[in-house]
């Protein structure tokens, strides 16, 4: 951290970004080096797979000034998970000094269920294991065009039951698991919540939603304000629904439009985390307002200066720190820690 704190951004703050922090911008700029072909939403899915990552950009700034990783403090192992015809992989994290029954996470990673998967968001699910001690699974749920809605979805509720069924087999305590997912992910985590909750299925004892998607609403007052930010603009984020929905129809389906849900009562106690520079902030900060009016326990968090995608930083940024503090302290109180 200290490293990088000492190194200036080349150029000033973007318009759609005034408030962007030097670290933020640092990370952004790399991106913005290492991006040399067209913007996402001018891509086929299959080449915005192979483009470069905000991940990519930490881990190029960090090689770049001698800044060494933290050393892994979990070990990890494969697993295959049965979902509707087929199965897909997790990953689980493991902590090293993990015994027989440790609290249980379940993560949903990020990509607008189209780009990315668990090894783009391996900080995140390494840094939740790491600080809480608990063991993460990570899912890497069937993904868009490929497999449009409700396929990510009903995956991650399938993954979700899975790991409730193994608690045993893999440390985790059945009475002590949670959800947690950025982005993407965190509408994944999030209808997790009500679908175990309406189809009773043990319920998550906590959900943490990283800068969800809670809207299918493109005008809201964030989508205005940072229509053209990066690495999320409000042209990309119409790429992904084009490319997981069926039709538009399918954007107002309650599993996308959070915000719509009619009942959020008796719902797991969740933190939301959202970042000022983001075209989700609004949705993210609406879902958990209706949470709270639900009479739902939510810890709610806007974090200034940063952008999407900032939570799995912390190895550049200080918000990053405070975002995962934030939601180890949250995850060890519902766990009992």
């Known amino acids: 951290m200290a490293i990088i704190g000492r190194i200036e951004p080349t ?18 700029e790399k991106l913005t080096e290492l991006q040399t072909g067209p913007p996402l939403h001018q891509l086929s899915p299959m080449q ?5 990552t905000p991940a990519d950009a930490v881990k190029a700034l960090l090689q770049e000034h001698n800044a060494p990783m933290p050393p892994a403090r979990v070990d990890t192992t494969g697993k295959k998970v049965p979902v509707e015809k087929g199965s897909i992989h997790a990953r689980i994290y493991t902590p090293a000094n993990a015994t027989a029954s440790n609290p249980g996470i379940v993560y949903y990673h990020g990509g607008g269920w189209v780009i990315a998967g668990i090894d783009t968001y391996d900080a995140s699910a390494r840094a939740l294991a790491e600080q809480t001690g608990a063991v993460v699974v990570a899912v890497a749920y069937r993904q868009a065009p ?11 509720f399938a993954a979700y039951k899975w790991v409730v069924d193994n608690a045993a087999s893999l440390k985790i305590n059945p009475d002590k698991i949670a959800v947690a997912g950025e982005s993407a992910g965190g509408n994944l ?7 175990a909750r309406d189809n009773n299925v043990k319920m998550p004892v906590h959900q943490l939603l990283v800068y969800p998607i809670a809207g299918y609403d493109m005008n809201t007052a964030s989508y205005q ?40 009562r008796n719902l797991p106690p969740a933190t939301v985390i959202n970042a000022e520079i983001d075209p989700l902030r609004t949705g993210g900060v609406l879902y958990a307002d209706k949470l709270k009016e639900a009479g739902v326990a939510v810890k709610a968090q806007v974090y200034d200066g940063v952008t999407h995608e900032f939570f799995g930083m912390a190895a550049v940024l200080p918000q990053a720190k405070e ?6 302290a949250e995850l060890n109180k519902a766990f009992g820690k």
Request: net charge positive; charged share 20%; aromatic share 6%.
């Open 11 to 28: 150029g000033s703050a973007p318009a759609w970004g005034k408030n962007i922090t030097d670290p933020m911008l640092l990370v952004i």
């Open 48 to 52: 915005a797979r192979k483009a470069p």
């Open 146 to 156: 490929e497999h449009k809605f409700p396929t990510a979805h009903n995956d991650a």
């Open 189 to 195: 985590a999030a209808n997790v919540s009500i679908m």
């Open 225 to 264: 304000e940072h229509a053209q930010a990066k690495p999320l603009s409000k042209a990309g984020m119409a790429w992904f629904f084009d490319k997981y929905l069926r039709n538009t129809k399918d954007g107002m389906d309650q599993r996308i439009a959070l915000v719509n849900v009619p009942n959020l």
């Open 323 to 328: 975002a995962q503090a934030l939601a180890t």
